[in-house]
């Protein structure tokens, strides 16, 4: 399938990465190129087959229900880029 | 006596064992080896102090007569598993600045192990790559060289660090993670052992994700015994991954019977590509021969998906990367661009954070998740996904263990391949199904192409039988005598 | 039907609540970090709840437990197999880019709750469905000019967000359907409810039509933190739609948030983007798969529910349809009206159990509410125990006071915190049932209006209250009512 640059552009925005325009002509043929050869899978048919979503033959294991983690704010916040007064720090955002 | 650096890590073992030297000579001349190569920028992370300190314990338990099943042995970490309080990059700018406040469970167990650790070691970014020339922090070289061509080439990818690490003698073991063959593969391009385990046997708690359903970290090695002794040290049930198999793991050294009597092997007709190099094909026939000459029967299978196990990855990877990737946001680590707003400094830290192939990946696995496309491309690559496992199952009624080339081609030159994906993505054609079903693959270097490169035969068994991977890898191993050395190497030439 | 009216006719509104009822657990859905309301910024915060590299969720088997138990109590479905989804999104709250959330199969599937309509009739309103989720962490928006602060706590704590069915018509049913949900958590020991701490959260969903047209555009009204404001924001929110689709307008299918200041509802700013949630299974966790017998132990230790409550209120206490819906709205009234029942016929083992019954209820539902509405405080927190309450109503039944008395001993309970008993005895309230000091009151009282005593005899009954009440002044109320009246009549006849 062939993506036209507003796909692109929309998908850019909802993956939250900055595409200059000038990009979006070359990324569209790149990503068209990649789908276009994935769509050879169309050749098989998968009717009644069940989706595979891991290999894990298992089910999901529980933990118990206790404390055994936080209490830490200094090691939660050592990497952020921007803190202050035990808070993450983020450009304002209105809602 | 071997120079330190070119021990396997069993010899290694050995000669501490007979005190012949200590684990601070073998920290010593690891140490050394890696300032020595710097060119091939293969360690994004020297530690030697830590190494150090850790080849001091490692003495005083070996002189307690204690120790455990890697004392003193220097490894190398492949820059994906976060090391606490050591910067871990995953190969990425996003990353850059980041140090973990946690240990991964495998480097952990590693460290348990009484593993000494050298450094971290360059990998393509987000484990996003078959060349090693995606990382921010520049391109790994390859320590062979094509005859008479002194053009550098790739060791390979993701674990290109990893794989050009242990082939220059740096380190006597590194880590590796293989998502679509990140370990099989440079291990063939760098003419090592290595081998992806069956997905849930080795923990992925504390590795950057690259994609959660077929991740799966793994040893490399120079022998496969040396794998064997260090999957053993690797692997293991974790409660803090869900996906961590509740199993107890075998002794895998003691698997290295050589006896493969009676095992019927798999050759998968599909596995024979249009094009393929006629000297890899040679170099099949040839394993065919030495696994029948020690007693197996090489059995034709077919693997009828086989073809579309590219493709199928090539919409789950990438979609589950999009996912995992979505953490890097400026917020609580690694790099922010300044923004006006909130969506600002995502757009502009994520464009700036990541490189072109890391964005194509998330790009398109957006796109496959997005809506009114995700049934024709995410369902349909799940259900291909059990096509391609249900094959191996029925194979797996037949035979013990399936024998295929690692990769298409020997070594390519940095810059080759670069400005076409698709041809790029074709690196992993052998490797890939065996990700997709979750089983466990070995690559063992089995002879020399043309122009001197190494190539690796692959080895592929069923789910949690790694022990019959690395036996016959062992049989491999033994019947190649592989023993050609790169042309740059810690040590100095061969 | 419901309807309100525009200036077209009249119009019908549609309403279904999606209700986020936090679970109660002492650790987070996929972490090991705490719950508690109110900690310090970021210190209830594992490195799986800010989303670091490499960090995996490990599912809580008590909040599965505490979900399984809400759904059985909703009289749902219970799922034997659901799956986790990952609903994917950028937000400063929510570390990992996604909300791990189940989609397309929740563990619990359709169920109903009844609501008791103040005029006495039921409705029954459907539930959709309820599944897991993880919270947000909180976004604090006024700390300063340039920066949105984070604050982690909540990311991670176990949700269960409730969907109706679009079955509810007027803001007074929205407002019963909340007050029943809440109750139903509350007595299930699966939320608290508190709306203030945001333990409960309701999303709202109102469109308008026209009777048996078809449905209309909905908004959906995000977060409203109380019962009250649910209930303006739905008036609001309707006439709004029915104003602009009256002056030829429609309606944009949006999301919009309720100002509690100024009463009305407005779009919501950050949810401007078309929203694409590509949510697909979270492939860090398996299938959730339950075992039909340990859903079935859950189901043997679910409590009685305030329906099945009234019922036996009613039925097996003859209480009123009214009083026992007042008595089981809340679990600590019932709980409350039940122990102090418990108590009284144990102390009372010959009064008739049905008039022990009512007498409890009269109690509680009069004096003790109004005084528990009084103090602010709660049932738990009150002075006044069910034991206090069961000893008052002993010590009318053994005329140790009067009813008359026991209002005052009541208010003095409340003052003081005192047991009925030690206040009788403190104050002196003994009721006087000594015959002869009575005979000596009322000779004395007759003695003093001769004057009355004659109109009497000659026909004038109605003074007999004026007796009664000169007797009981002299004995400052402590006469026994009945002995007063009984030697009075003798007394008088002369
Ligand atoms: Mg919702
Ligand atoms: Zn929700």
Redesign the interface.
């Given at each position: 399938m062939a993506?036209d640059k507003a796909?692109?552009a929309r998908?850019?925005?909802?993956?939250?990465?900055?595409?200059p325009e000038s990009d979006l002509e070359r990324?569209a043929g790149?990503?068209s190129?990649?789908?276009t050869?994935?769509?050879?899978?169309?050749?098989?048919s998968?009717d009644g087959?069940?989706?595979?979503?891991?290999?894990?033959?298992?089910?999901?294991?529980?933990?118990?229900?206790?404390?055994?983690?936080?209490?830490?704010?200094e090691?939660?916040?050592?990497?952020?880029?921007?803190q202050?007064?035990?808070?993450?720090?983020?450009?304002?955002?209105?809602? | 006596m071997a120079a330190l650096t070119d021990l396997t890590i069993a010899e290694a073992r050995a000669g501490l064992r007979k005190k012949e030297f200590s684990a601070r000579d073998l920290a010593e001349a690891h140490i050394a080896a890696v300032a020595e190569t710097r060119q091939l920028n293969a360690y994004l992370v020297e530690t030697p102090e830590r190494a150090l300190e850790m080849a001091k314990r490692s003495d005083e338990k070996l002189a307690r007569g204690q120790g455990g099943a890697l004392e003193g042995m220097p490894l190398a970490i492949k820059d994906l598993f976060c090391t606490e309080g050591i910067p871990t990059t995953a190969g990425s700018r996003i990353l850059g600045g980041f140090t973990p406040p946690y240990e991964s469970t495998v480097t952990a167990k590693l460290w348990a192990a009484g593993a000494v650790m050298l450094g971290k070691v360059n990998m393509d970014e987000f484990a996003m790559g078959s060349s090693n020339t995606t990382s921010a922090y520049g391109a790994v070289e390859n320590p062979w060289r094509r005859r008479g061509d002194n053009r550098p080439l790739v060791p390979g990818g993701s674990s290109g660090g990893s794989a050009a690490a242990v082939a220059a003698r740096t380190a006597l073991g590194a880590t590796g993670t293989d998502t679509g063959g990140s370990i099989r593969q440079p291990a063939s391009f760098a003419g090592i052992v290595g081998i992806k385990p069956t997905y849930g046997r080795c923990s992925r708690w504390g590795i950057v994700a690259f994609a959660s359903s077929l991740d799966q970290a793994g040893p490399m090695t120079r022998s496969v015994r040396d794998a064997a002794i260090m999957l053993g040290a690797m692997a293991g049930h974790d409660p803090k991954d869900s996906t961590s198999a509740p199993l107890p793991v075998p002794d895998f050294e003691a698997a290295l019977t050589g006896d493969i009597r009676g095992m019927k092997i798999g050759n998968p007709r599909e596995y024979r590509l249009d094009g393929m190099p006629a000297e890899i094909e040679q170099l099949w026939q040839q394993g065919i021969s030495w696994l029948k000459a020690a007693g197996a029967e090489p059995v034709d299978i077919s693997l009828k998906m086989t073809k579309y196990a590219l493709p199928a990855y090539y919409i789950i990877a990438p979609a589950e990367a999009s996912s995992n990737l979505a953490r890097y946001d400026g917020v609580r680590f690694g790099l922010r661009v300044p923004g006006e707003s909130l969506d600002e400094m995502y757009e502009a830290t994520r464009a700036a954070g990541f490189g072109a192939e890391v964005k194509r990946r998330i790009l398109i696995g957006t796109y496959v998740l997005s809506a009114g496309y995700y049934d024709a491309y995410y369902l349909k690559a799940q259900k291909l996904r059990a096509l391609i496992a249900q094959d191996f199952a029925e194979a797996f009624k037949t035979v013990d263990a399936i024998l295929a080339p690692t990769a298409p081609s020997a070594a390519f030159a940095i810059g080759e391949n670069s400005d076409d994906p698709i041809a790029m993505y074709l690196n992993d054609v052998f490797t890939v199904p065996v990700n997709l079903a979750g089983l466990p693959g070995i690559s063992v270097p089995a002879g020399l192409s043309g122009e001197g490169l190494p190539l690796g035969l692959q080895v592929i068994g069923r789910a949690f039988d790694e022990a019959t991977v690395l036996k016959v890898g062992d049989v491999i191993e033994r019947s190649a005598g592989f023993t050609a050395k790169p042309q740059f190497m810690a040590g100095g030439r061969a | 039907m419901s309807l309100i009216e525009g200036r077209t006719g009249s119009w019908e509104v549609i309403i279904g609540l999606e209700v986020h009822a936090q679970v109660i657990s002492n650790a987070k859905l996929f972490s090991g970090a705490a719950t508690a309301f109110g900690a310090e910024p970021n210190t209830q915060v594992s490195t799986v709840d800010a989303a670091f590299p490499g960090m995996l969720p490990v599912i809580n088997r008590i909040c599965v437990e505490q979900a399984v138990r809400t759904g059985l109590g909703l009289k749902a479905e219970i799922n034997l197999v659901s799956v986790f989804d990952r609903k994917n999104y950028f937000y400063a709250d929510l570390p990992a880019g996604y909300q791990i959330s189940q989609y397309t199969r929740p563990i619990v599937g359709k169920g109903e709750i009844v609501l008791d309509m103040a005029d006495g009739s039921t409705r029954t309103i459907g539930i959709t469905r309820l599944h897991l989720e993880q919270d947000a962490g909180k976004s604090l928006h006024d700390q300063h000019a340039e920066y949105t602060y984070v604050d982690l706590n909540r990311a991670g704590i176990a949700l269960m967000e409730i969907v109706s069915e679009p079955d509810l018509r007027t803001a007074e049913e929205a407002g019963a359907y909340l007050k029943k949900l809440r109750s139903i958590l509350r007595y299930l020991g699966t939320c608290d409810g508190n709306m203030e701490e945001g333990s409960m959260r309701c999303d709202c969903n109102v469109s308008v039509r026209k009777p048996g047209a078809p449905l209309g555009t909905r908004c959906e009204i995000k977060n409203v933190n109380s019962i009250r404001y649910v209930m303006q924001a739905i008036e609001h929110e309707a006439r709004r739609q029915v104003e602009i689709i009256e002056d030829g307008g429609k309606i944009d299918q949006e999301t919009r948030l309720f100002d509690a200041n100024k009463g009305v509802t407005r779009p919501m700013r950050s949810k401007e983007h078309a929203h694409d949630y590509r949510y697909f299974p979270d492939p860090d966790l398996l299938p959730l798969v339950l075992d039909g017998k340990w859903v079935d132990g859950i189901r043997k230790g679910l409590p009685e529910l305030p329906d099945a409550k009234k019922t036996r209120f009613e039925s097996a206490l003859g209480l009123s349809a009214y009083n026992a819906s007042v008595l089981v709205a809340e679990k600590e009234s019932a709980d409350l009206y039940e122990s102090a029942l418990a108590a009284v016929a144990k102390a009372a083992p010959g009064q008739p159990k049905a008039k022990l019954a009512v007498d409890v209820a009269n109690l509680v539902m009069g004096d003790y509410f109004a005084a528990l509405n009084a103090s602010g405080k709660s049932i738990a927190d009150f002075q006044v125990t069910p034991a206090m309450l069961a000893e008052l109503l002993v010590l009318q039944y053994d005329n140790t006071i009067s009813g008359r008395l026991a209002k005052d001993v009541f208010a003095a309970m409340v003052e003081t915190g005192k047991s009925p008993s030690a206040l009788v005895e403190e104050r002196g309230l003994k009721q006087v049932t000594d015959t002869g000091a009575i005979d000596g009151a009322i000779d004395a009282v007759l003695k003093a209006n001769g004057d009355k005593v004659a109109e009497y005899r000659s026909g004038k009954d109605k003074l007999f209250g004026f007796f009664v009440g000169q007797v009981m002044k002299a004995t400052q109320g402590k006469a026994n009512p009945a002995l007063v009246n009984e030697r009075l009549k003798q007394k008088l006849a002369g």
């Open positions: 993506l796909t692109v998908i850019a925005t909802l993956a939250r990465i900055k595409v990324l790149e990503l190129g990649i789908l050869w994935i769509e050879q899978l169309n050749e098989v998968t087959v069940e989706p595979m979503a891991s290999v894990a033959e298992m089910t999901l294991p529980m933990r118990e229900d206790k404390v055994t983690d936080g209490g830490q704010p090691k939660i916040l050592a990497n952020a880029p921007q202050a007064l035990g808070f993450f720090l983020v450009p304002k955002v209105v809602e | - | -």
